[in-house]
């Protein structure tokens, strides 16, 4: 798809995305509240009609209540009111053992690769993904199924400020390294908390590799993402950016699970949404609107 159409990309970053939405849902008098875990969803004679707070507040909805969250995480918040066929079925859809981490680090250069040398380069505006073979790859998998770090990770280096210089100040460049495959849970029994910024600077390290400018000195300041991060800040259970395992048996009409394909739960009133519903993660926005057109469909 992406070949056909070409890739788009929000000047200042993919969260200038929601900005801009946020922008057009008060736009239209709708109300955006931030810094508020919802800690139950309010259920009404069968229905949903909407959610409650950590402060104890209550805001509902008259026609319908929409959970981006995570399906676990949506579950939980039912508690007794989640259909028993639901609960089972949301027990068995599989989260898996987190699968990547990310480093986000402020640098004063872009990555000068030995193989194709040069600053600003045509490759530098996409994404540089860096494994050698096939067999490199499944080495790296078969660390993370003894639940270690990989050692030699198969790493994507991400540089938009190479395209968008908005992301950073003149001079300076964003560079993103996003590493497959790491586990959240360790087989050591070891915390990430312990562990980031070791594994950080492997990852460092690998793309050093391959473009040996990287030098620490280059890094100005960094964010290592670990799954235990990611799951802590973003509510991505063990670490997995895609909700659940993108399997063949967790797609289409079998995700989230069975019976719940169509961006709606068991529940009259609530829908769902984000990437525990088809056709998964990413920036793309299609499991919003596939769930937005469902709402439209019954609201009609």
Known sequence: MYHISGMKRPRGGSGMLTQALARMIEAHG???????????LLVEHGRVVGAQTERGERITASRAVVSGAHIHTTTRMLGDHAPSTMRDRVQKARIGNG???????????????SALPGANMPHHIGMQFMCPDLG???RAYADYLRGEPSRDPAIIAMTWSASD???APSGNHVVFIWAQYTPYELASGENWDALADAIGDRLLAKLREYAPNMTPDKVIGRLVETPLYLERELGLLRGNVMHLEMSIDQMFMLRPTLGMSEYKAPLPGL??????????????????????????????
Request: glycine share 12%; proline share 6%.
């Open 271 to 300: 829908y769902l949404t984000g990437a525990s519903t088809h056709p998964g993660g990413g920036i793309m926005g299609a499991a919003g609107r596939n769930a937005a057109a469902a709402v439209l469909r019954d609201l009609a």
């Open 30 to 40: 709708g109300q955006i509240i931030t810094d508020t875990p919802v800690t139950r």
């Open 165 to 167: 210089p908005t992301l």
């Open 99 to 113: 699968f990547g981490m990310i480093v986000r680090m402020a640098t004063t250069e872009l990555p000068d690769y």
């Open 136 to 138: 490199y790859l499944e």
